[in-house]
Structure formats: C-alpha cells, structure tokens
C-alpha cells in the first residue's frame, strides 16, 4: 500500500525541552500547562472548538528515530508489543494526548496536562467526546495495577 | 514545516463498502463488526493487546477528496470549524474510532463497534486507557443535545 503524506498544522510549545522529564501518565502530567500553536493558514478551523472542555491532539513524535515492534514500556519491565503500549518507538510515530483545553485565542490553544515536548509537529486536533458512562466492563490489560 | 510520510500497517475490512451508510455516531455502530488485517510484517507488534477490552484505531480517510476549514457537521445543521468536528473533510484525512476487541487471531484483529469502510488504510493502533472516573466536568461544545 502506498506512502501517505501529511502535512502540521500548528506545533507544540511546552515547559518540557526534551523527552527526560516529560510526564509518563496522565496523573503525573495533569498540572503542566502549555500552547499548540496553530498555524494561520488553519486557524478558521479552530470555530466551535472552545465549548469543549477536552480535546484530543494528535502529533508526531519527531525526536523518535527509530521503532520496534516489542518494546519496554516506562510502566513495565517486561517486553510488550508496541501496539498495547503508547511508546513514541513505533511504527509511523504518531502519538494522542487527550489534554484540557483552558482557552483559545487568536491561533493560539492553551492546554492543561501537556506531556510532549517543545517544537512536537501537530497533526490533527479533534473534540473529545466520552464514549463511556462508566469505566465498568472496560479492561487494561498489562496496564491493569500499573496505573 | 517539512512534509512527514506514513505507512499504512494494515487494512479495514467492514461491512460498509462505502461512506453512504456508514454509523454517524458511536451508539449507531456500535454494533456492526468487521475486522483489521494488521500486515505480517507488524504482526509481532500485536502481543499483549488482547488484554484490553477496547483499542483505539488510527486510520486514513482514503476515500476524502478535499478538506475544508470550515464544515457542516452531520449531526447539526450549522457550519462548524472542523477541528471541532469529526468530520473526513479534515486537514490531513486522519481519523480515530475506539472500537471493542473481541479476539486477535494471528494478525487479524476482531472489532466491535466498526464506523470505518472497507479497504481503509490503517495507521496505528493504541490501548485504550480511561481517563477519568466519570464525565462530571466534561463539556461537549455543539455536540451537546445533538448526541
């Protein structure tokens, strides 16, 4: 199947400098506060986004530089598959944060629970609408007692 | 910001064979099945995932032949800025499903909930990890009442 190509539509600026430090989950991450900036030519895009209280960013994980299929996950000592994981070494490095959206203004998305780092190229940016009622019935796998 | 190129690691097979039929939202379809052919190739990548009772697919809006800033979402009758939509029509023409598991066997992943159509590309596949104990605080924008 061929190659895809994308383009960012806006770039990430964070307290955080590299990858050292960046919060490993959502819990630890929650406080940190931080901007994407989107780029002019897609600001009219951004229309409506501010009734929402969370939204989803989708970015690309431009300091990875290489990917496994079996990796060592920073909540685990033991060998997983890269698709059970949120690891940035995977194949097409896309990586999903799902962050608090504070306020926009003009081209700029303040966000709280930012865990990517400075310059991280935005690809996508969508509402986040909660699929569940309750976490009842919903199961973690590996996950289950690490978190 | 230079051009980032992706590789599809597998491939849909739904029974929407086109976009006229598909679930518009998650209680729709969230009973149609279908499945992910994950290459051979990335198949190692797979293991440990059948511990999680729902993944979220990133895939590629294959059939989305322009995109626009601004969008008439299907769900309202008022022109919305896309990013607070879920619509194709995006910047991009990357889209999210949360789908349930129900079996891997081999390099076929079993899914319930399937609003994809047949033949999509797909770009990554994640755990899904709930992130707040319930939707209290959570605000949905324009999506409000209309879902």
Chains 1, 2 share one sequence.
Do not use: A, C
Not at 16 to 38: A, C, H, L, Q, W
């Amino acid at each position: 199947m061929e190659e895809i190509r994308i383009k960012p539509i806006g770039v990430v600026h964070s307290p955080f400098k590299d990858p050292v430090g960046v919060p490993k989950d959502s819990t630890d991450g929650m406080n940190y506060r931080g901007t994407v900036e989107i780029f002019p030519e897609y600001k009219e895009g951004l229309k409506d986004l501010d009734g929402f209280s969370h939204i989803i960013i989708l970015f690309y994980f431009h300091k990875s530089e290489y990917s496994h299929l079996i990796v060592k996950p920073f909540l685990d000592d033991t060998l997983r598959g890269v698709f059970s994981t949120r690891s940035p070494h995977r194949p097409n490095y896309i990586g999903l944060s799902l962050v608090e959206l504070q306020k926009i203004e003009d081209n700029i998305i303040y966000i709280k629970g930012i865990d990517m780092i400075e310059g991280t190229p935005v690809l996508d940016i969508k509402p986040y609408i909660p699929e569940f009622e309750s976490n009842e019935g919903i199961r973690i796998g590996w996950l289950e007692g690490n978190i």
